[in-house]
């Protein structure tokens, strides 16, 4: 099953279907530094959803990149770095470490703008009937950097090392739904599952499931089959790759060499992008959009994506434990003006649940809510709450919490309800603050799959299930899309889980953050995949400069 | 003399000893522990209390202290928690890239600092006297991540003369040495150099207002011969202190600098250490720094001690 679309995550029109000369709207507004949201915005006028015109436009970039041009040296300036970055990637904890691990290695898989797997290492990748057990069929010929052809065993070392307790790997709980992984002939890996699992290709297109030699426990060096060769790496310092000649890709990747560091200072990145001196930043502070747009020299890249930052009402406990206090809480979530102000434009309308609009598991029956007064005082009343205070909890640790909890507070106060912000320093806040007091800010990073996201934090018996909304339907349904292979009742599952969150859930969901990294308008090739920075951390393989 | 220079030495140890205590507790206090950010989105609580276990963080503060000290005294640092690798490696390499700043630093800042407080001194109240203060005045006023933004933007963005970041510290000449490293030593150097001349030009100007300069000065001895043969040598002490105070707070300063700049050295390398909890590390670093400060003030006091006759005579 190389057709991805099985999934369900991928019936939309694509860029090849649409009209030649809508097409070429597209490919000279891209050419002539149009952004990406002004281009949405001519294809939603044209009557293609947001949804649709994402996936459109990263089609239109892979078109772009038809004709890309060799050589040069790129460099990119990451926003975390430190004496603990490691080339293990079983080890990553960093998006940093992530974009390592796309510089010398491959998955199985690759995700693609509508985060669904596409084929790589595996040529391609075929379930059973109930998707319990995957086959993966290897690409022939592929290489490691010092010679040694991929192998079935390669591959098998490298998915069942994250399930070794003494490897500490970061994937381990996502790894434990993988019962055994054998090799099936020359180039074929049969992968045995607990319990059913759709989404396993895309899950082996993250970074933490890069292919490694068989036997490889040595990290200090890099020996993939990615698509630059290791040259330097020092932790907290930089990452160097020269292009691997022998890549599997003919005339990939275009670029000589590759120069990968971390500068954590928001404002030290964006000068050291505006100063030319390197091409490319990961996580533009707010602050620097303007100055990044108003540069005909540098291109703004805004990937919407399933990252955000939530109010947490804790349903296990007073006062949240009330429905009708947590409904009123959510029809007074001023979720236009955290958009427009907190995220300057880049982001998306949250509707307390899980699932961004770009996702196309959206469920766009639910009513996008919006600040109500009405229903708010109405279920305020039904509560019982009263004029007492109610504290907030919100902390820089949790990004954009802070403005957030602002924002409630003055919108609650027209409704009557008495928000006190407890602003609580960052370092301890998961520890000490998060899923412990009733009413506090939480923040998640986007998940390749919704799957993924669900069993780490929505799940009953999940360790971070904030909210601590315990419903069996919920646990059912989300256990049930796992295994569903049938699209339009794929779609019915998600719809059903996003209905339970907005009517009953505990999160209060502003809206979702697009991954904002700038670069110079000679790179090219990166297309926005909504995992991560830079076409989701992914950009080695693609990227190219113009001369 | 020498027991005066003795009883700074033992001071100097004893208060290291305090450090050592005060830098454990310090970190102890920090919320959070390595295990957790090691095992991140699989930090279940047995988990971390399985890795706790291994990197022996769960037995008692006091046994680790002591471990920690005899350690450090045998000159094992142990090994970093996040990366397993060996700290004295890990310093090493750091270390003398923050040296390479500092003594850049300290080699551009010292000798021009006390040139300009000299001759300000000497002509209080004129057009130079006038500029220096108020130009020195002004750097002291400005935070180094202010002034470092801002050489950034003039230089780096506008002019595009130097790179705004120095993160290298492989120099292919001493070309690019200075290329990557002036905007960070000038820098420090703006805001040392405003410090210690305001001091030196104070210093100067006190003892040129004490009597026996007004003894000279009616003897009709000429105002350079002044400054130089009996001024300079009886502001030796004061501007020693001045200095090793300063290069002191060069220690602090390059903390920010390196953070700015992303240069690879020791103060980078604690700040990272302090974002992954990686506790050997940040104890280690801030040692190096607290010793680095110890060792300064002492050698302010014994150059005071060594250039005041009163003090060399009384222990005779």
């Known amino acids: 099953m190389n057709d991805h679309r099985k999934t369900g995550l991928n019936n939309q029109p694509r860029f090849q279907d649409l009209r030649a000369r809508d097409r070429d709207i597209i490919i000279e507004g891209l050419k002539h530094g149009a952004s990406r949201r002004d281009l949405l915005k001519w294809l939603g006028a044209a009557g293609i959803v947001a949804a649709a015109g994402a996936g459109i436009l990263a089609d239109a970039g892979i078109a772009l990149a038809q004709t890309p041009k060799r050589g040069g040296k790129m460099r990119v300036a990451g926003h975390s770095s430190s004496a603990a970055d490691t080339l293990d990637p079983a080890k990553q904890t960093l998006s940093t470490d992530y974009i390592r691990g796309y510089i010398y290695f491959n998955g199985l898989t690759r995700l693609d703008g509508n985060t669904a797997a596409q084929p790589e290492l595996a040529e391609s990748f075929e379930p059973n009937s109930d998707a319990t057990e995957w086959v993966f069929r290897l690409r022939p010929g592929v290489e490691f950097h010092d010679g040694k052809s991929l192998t079935a065993q390669d591959v098998v070392y490298s998915l069942m090392r994250h399930k070794d307790p003494a490897v500490g790997s970061a994937a381990k709980a996502l790894s434990d739904q993988i019962e055994s992984v054998s090799a099936d002939g020359p180039g074929m890996v049969r992968v045995k599952l607990r319990e059913a699992y759709a989404d396993l290709p895309i899950m082996l297109g993250t970074s933490h499931f890069m292919i490694l030699q068989d036997g490889t426990t040595d990290f200090s060096t890099a020996i993939g089959t990615g698509p630059f060769r290791m040259t330097e790496f020092s932790p907290g310092v930089r990452s160097i790759g020269t292009r691997f000649e022998n890549y599997f890709k003919e005339g990939r990747p275009y670029l000589d060499e590759l120069e990968f560091f971390g500068i954590q200072d928001g404002v030290a990145r964006v000068n050291a992008l505006v100063s030319g001196d390197v091409e490319a930043i990961t996580n533009l502070p707010p602050g620097a959009i303007e100055e990044v747009k108003s540069r005909p020299e540098l291109v703004l890249l805004a990937t919407p994506s399933a990252t955000f930052s939530e109010m947490i009402m804790m349903c296990d406990r007073a006062p949240t434990d009330n429905a009708d206090l947590r409904l009123a809480i959510k029809h007074l979530l001023d979720r236009e003006r955290y958009v427009k102000s907190v995220l300057k434009g880049y982001g998306q309308l949250g509707n307390d649940h899980v699932v961004p609009p770009n996702d196309p598991l959206y469920n766009a029956d639910l009513p996008q809510r919006t600040v109500d007064l009405d229903k708010a005082k109405f279920h305020l009343a039904k509560s019982g709450f009263g004029a007492g205070r109610l504290e907030l909890h919100i902390s820089e640790a949790a990004i954009g919490t802070v403005p957030m909890g602002q924002i409630l507070q003055q919108t609650a106060a027209q409704a009557g309800l008495n928000i006190e912000l407890r602003r609580e320093p960052a370092d301890g806040y998961w520890s000490n603050i998060w899923i412990k007091r009733p009413f506090h800010g939480g923040q998640w990073n986007a998940r390749p799959t919704i799957d993924i996201q669900l069993s780490l934090g929505w799940i009953s018996e999940a360790d971070w299930n904030a909210a601590q909304f315990k419903d069996a339907t919920l646990d059912q349904l989300i256990v049930q899309g796992r295994s569903e292979l049938d699209p339009a009742k794929r779609k019915q599952i998600y719809n059903d889980i996003q209905k339970i969150l907005y009517d009953q859930g505990g999160n209060g969901v502003f809206g979702f953050q697009d991954f904002l990294d700038g670069h110079s308008a000679r790179v090219k090739g990166i297309t926005p995949v909504p995992i991560g920075n830079l076409g989701g951390f992914a950009f080695p393989d693609t990227a190219w400069l113009e001369s | ?316």
């Open chain 2, 1 to 316: 003399m020498l027991t005066l220079i003795l009883q700074r030495l033992g001071v100097g140890l004893l208060t290291l000893w305090l450090v050592t205590i005060l830098v454990f507790i310090g970190t102890e206090l920090l919320p959070g522990d390595v295990a957790e950010a090691v095992l991140g989105q699989s930090a279940t609580p047995e988990a971390v209390a399985a890795l706790r276990t291994e990197m022996g963080l769960d037995r008692p503060a006091i046994v680790r202290y002591f471990e920690w000290i005899s350690g450090m005294l045998t000159g094992d640092l142990g090994a970093s928690l996040a990366s397993g690798a060996q700290i004295s490696g890990l310093i090493a390499e750091r270390f003398s890239n923050t040296l390479l700043l500092a003594g850049l630093t300290a080699f551009l800042v010292v000798p021009s600092a006390i040139l300009l407080g000299l001759v300000a001194a000497m002509y209080p109240e004129s057009i130079f006297d006038r500029i220096v203060s108020v130009a020195t005045m002004f750097l002291v006023a400005v935070p180094e991540f202010l002034l470092g933004t801002l050489l950034v933007l003039v230089f780096a963005v506008q002019l595009r003369w130097l790179p705004a970041i120095s993160y290298t510290t492989e120099f292919r000449s001493f070309g690019h040495l200075i290329e990557t490293l002036a905007l960070p030593v000038l820098t420090l150097s703006l805001v040392l150099l405003a410090q210690m001349a305001r001091m030196t030009r104070s210093t100067i100007l006190n003892i040129l207002n004490s009597s026996y300069i007004e003894m000279a000065v009616l003897k009709g001895v000429r105002r350079h011969r002044i400054v130089f043969r009996h001024a300079l040598v009886n502001a030796m002490s004061p501007i020693a202190n001045v200095i090793a105070l300063n290069l002191a707070y060069l220690v602090s300063g390059v903390v920010i600098v390196e953070t700015i700049f992303a240069y690879p050295g020791l103060a980078k390398l604690i700040v990272d250490g302090v974002s992954s909890r990686d506790f050997p590390v940040i104890q280690a670093c801030a040692m190096i720094f607290c010793t680095a400060y110890i060792l300064f003030i002492l050698v302010a006091d014994v150059a005071a001690i060594l250039s005041n006759p009163r003090l060399r005579r009384k222990a005779h």
